[in-house]
């Protein structure tokens, strides 16, 4: 067996101890190293004169698309600065609506043309019979439709009744289309009346849940608020509805 002399020996550990040191340091100097390009991506989100939030906002209103600043991913949605993007929101709309203000005759006709609008929350006292779409899929509407041809009380998937239930509640439930279709019903018949057992139901209507019939036994409508009380958002429907007639 050959023995290496002491002085080679001593050298060689030497030099295998000095590779590590210097591995160590690298691979920790790597790990700590701050992420620039995405710090900075994260800030470029939360100027509202940035660029970058310029971009995302337009990407979110009109599809198009955009380069992401450097650093950023699918955390744009969740690193966004609320404050910074309604403020470039509220700019964006300044420019696509027109900044002059009606004339009081002009904001009397809106408000007479889109009273209903205004309304304030009218209460129901009804029964809803609803037909989901989970579960008949694209025929709802017709399946609803039949349930009112068989001549006798009809039979869904689900029956609810509300009593003193505001249309604010039945927006929650069924949504705006719901609430819109249930205020054309001009003359509710009480489901205690002496009338047929189907005279009282109207439908189908249709809601992002699926189609329903509605059995109205009362309602009392919500009255109209002054024009002066809803002046302010009658200035913005009016300006919106001016910019969405002026062709481009």
Request: with cysteine; charged share 20%.
């Given at each position: 067996?050959?023995k290496?002399?002491?002085n080679?020996?001593?050298?060689?550990f030497?030099?295998?101890?000095a590779?590590?040191?210097?591995?160590?340091?690298?691979?920790?100097?790597?790990?700590?190293?701050?992420?620039?390009?995405?710090?900075?991506?994260?800030?470029?989100?939360t100027?509202?004169?940035?660029e970058?939030?310029?971009?995302?906002?337009?990407?979110?209103?009109?599809?198009?698309?955009?380069?992401?600043p450097?650093?950023?991913?699918?955390?744009?949605?969740?690193?966004?600065?609320?404050?910074?993007?309604?403020?470039?929101?509220?700019?964006?709309?300044?420019?696509?609506?027109?900044?002059?203000?009606?004339?009081?005759?002009?904001?009397?006709?809106?408000y007479?043309?889109?009273q209903?609008?205004?309304?304030?929350?009218?209460?129901?006292?009804l029964?809803?019979?609803?037909?989901?779409?989970?579960?008949?899929?694209?025929?709802?509407?017709?399946?609803?439709e039949?349930?009112?041809?068989?001549?006798?009380?009809?039979?869904g998937?689900?029956?609810?009744?509300?009593?003193a239930?505001?249309?604010?509640e039945?927006?929650?439930?069924?949504?705006?289309?719901?609430?819109?279709?249930?205020?054309?019903?001009?003359?509710?018949?009480?489901?205690?009346?002496k009338?047929?057992?189907?005279?009282?139901?109207?439908?189908?209507?249709?809601?992002?849940?699926?189609a329903h019939?509605?059995?109205?036994?009362?309602?009392?409508?919500?009255?109209?608020?002054?024009?002066?009380?809803?002046?302010?958002?009658l200035i913005?429907?009016?300006?919106?509805?001016?910019?969405?007639?002026t062709?481009?």
């Amino acid at each position: 067996m050959i023995k290496l002399p002491a002085n080679r020996s001593s050298s060689f550990f030497l030099l295998l101890a000095a590779l590590i040191a210097i591995s160590t340091t690298v691979y920790w100097l790597a790990r700590t190293a701050p992420d620039v390009d995405s710090s900075n991506g994260l800030d470029a989100l939360t100027n509202i004169d940035s660029e970058a939030l310029q971009q995302h906002i337009n990407n979110k209103l009109f599809g198009e698309a955009i380069t992401e600043p450097q650093g950023m991913g699918v955390e744009i949605d969740s690193t966004t600065d609320t404050l910074a993007m309604q403020a470039k929101l509220a700019g964006l709309t300044k420019n696509v609506t027109t900044q002059r203000l009606p004339t009081a005759d002009e904001l009397k006709t809106f408000y007479t043309l889109n009273q209903q609008r205004y309304r304030n929350p009218s209460t129901f006292w009804l029964e809803v019979i609803s037909f989901a779409t989970a579960k008949h899929g694209g025929q709802v509407f017709e399946r609803a439709e039949q349930e009112l041809k068989t001549g006798q009380p009809p039979v869904g998937d689900l029956r609810d009744q509300y009593t003193a239930i505001s249309t604010i509640e039945l927006e929650t439930l069924y949504g705006q289309s719901f609430v819109d279709s249930l205020m054309e019903i001009e003359q509710p018949i009480s489901a205690l009346s002496k009338t047929p057992p189907l005279a009282c139901w109207h439908g189908p209507i249709s809601s992002s849940l699926g189609a329903h019939l509605v059995c109205v036994d009362k309602m009392i409508w919500g009255d109209y608020p002054p024009l002066e009380e809803v002046e302010n958002q009658l200035i913005n429907d009016w300006r919106f509805s001016v910019s969405r007639e002026t062709p481009n």
